[in-house]
């Protein structure tokens, strides 16, 4: 009997989703509310091979690895960008990959970070190959369609499922939406409406039993929504707190440099007074009188 016949039947939403803690919350807060669900989606497919179009800040491309690494799934995982931005995400600098390379470097190196167009990647990767593959690069209506149909012929015929990001944002020069609602009927297919909405396409023809149910059963699709909406909803939070404390404290130790700034020119300042009136004064007339040490002090109460 293999491991795969013993391995109990997961229940959507597992506990292991509603309990996963993704490792990377930057501030790209878009993706947050559909990490639990990308948990779910490894260790339920266990795929062999993930490849996620547009990474950015990465926070999506951790948690795919995150949870292939807890699920102990044996899968490759690409993350395609050139990481330059584009028309729909706008133009970052290269400090964005740096620390990007740097953190998954850390945490799951056996991800690879593929640097370049997504056009570029498609010749790296047999026909038929890949399990799971995330559709997020710019968001016009050409770029979807065109990203969509250049790796389909890679998708695996078998267990094939494509995620399309930002379904629900309804703003000029985005056309994830309207493409989405092009092509959700060509497949078995369901998707979410929070944290900008997520397609998820069932291209293969032999999906895993939990997956292919969110398609046919409504019930199902309402309770998935709402757990993984109120479960992704706190990395949301949790993110914009870390954000909110990190500026603080960059405010702080600001403040405190500047305190410490005020007190040197202070001190500068002062100096320069004294050195200034003892140069000034006739020392071969009579010593100063009491007054000198007033208008020292006017002086320096001048220049504020
Ligand atoms: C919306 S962001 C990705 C967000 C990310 N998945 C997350 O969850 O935070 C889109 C990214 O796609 C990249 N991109 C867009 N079109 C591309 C293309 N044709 N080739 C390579 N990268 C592209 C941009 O550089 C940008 O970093």
């Known amino acids: 009997m293999t491991q795969k016949?013993?391995?109990?039947?997961?229940?959507?939403?597992?506990?292991?989703s509603l309990r996963f803690m993704p490792q990377r919350l930057t501030r790209a807060i878009d993706w947050h509310g559909h990490l639990s669900f990308a948990a779910w989606l490894v260790e339920l497919m266990e795929p062999k091979s993930i490849v996620e179009l547009g990474v950015f800040r990465g926070d999506s491309?951790?948690?795919?690895?995150?949870?292939?690494?807890?699920c102990k799934v044996n899968c490759e995982i690409t993350g395609v960008d050139t990481w330059g931005g584009d028309d729909t995400t706008g133009r970052y600098n290269e400090e964005v990959y740096h620390d990007l390379k740097d953190f998954f470097a850390t945490n799951f190196p056996s991800t690879t970070?593929?640097?370049g167009l997504f056009d570029d990647a498609l010749s790296t990767f047999e026909d038929n190959s890949i399990e799971i593959l995330h559709i997020d690069g710019c968001?016009?209506?050409?770029?979807?369609?065109h990203d969509f149909e250049t790796w389909l012929p890679k998708l695996s015929k078998d267990k094939g499922v494509v995620l399309f990001h930002d379904i629900s944002v309804a703003i000029e020069g985005f056309g994830a939406k309207q493409y989405w609602n092009e092509i959700k009927d060509s497949y078995p297919?369901?998707?979410?409406?929070?944290s900008n909405g997520l397609?998820?396409?069932?291209?293969?023809?032999?999906?895993?039993?939990?997956?292919?149910?969110?398609?046919?059963d409504a019930q199902a699709l309402d309770y998935a929504r709402a757990i993984f909406e109120?479960?992704?909803?706190?990395?949301?939070?949790?993110?914009?707190?870390?954000?909110?404390?990190?500026?603080a404290n960059k405010h702080a130790e600001s403040l405190s440099y500047t305190t410490e700034q005020l007190g040197a020119n202070l001190s500068n300042m002062v100096s320069e007074h004294v050195a200034?009136?003892?140069?000034?004064?006739?020392?071969?007339?009579?010593?100063?009188t009491v007054e000198a040490p007033k208008s020292i002090i006017k002086r320096i109460a001048d220049k504020f």
């Open 61 to 70: 491309l951790s948690t795919f690895s995150q949870a292939v690494k807890e």
């Open 113 to 115: 970070l593929f640097r």
């Open 276 to 288: 200034n009136y003892l140069n000034n004064m006739d020392l071969t007339a009579s010593l100063p």
């Open 5 to 16: 016949e013993t391995r109990p039947e997961i229940l959507q939403p597992s506990a292991y």
């Open 139 to 145: 968001h016009h209506y050409e770029a979807v369609k």
């Open 230 to 247: 109120l479960s992704g909803s706190r990395f949301h939070h949790l993110a914009k707190e870390k954000w909110w404390r990190d500026e």
């Open 199 to 216: 397609g998820v396409l069932l291209v293969g023809r032999n999906q895993v039993k939990a997956l292919a149910e969110l398609t046919q």
């Open 189 to 194: 297919s369901f998707s979410f409406s929070h």
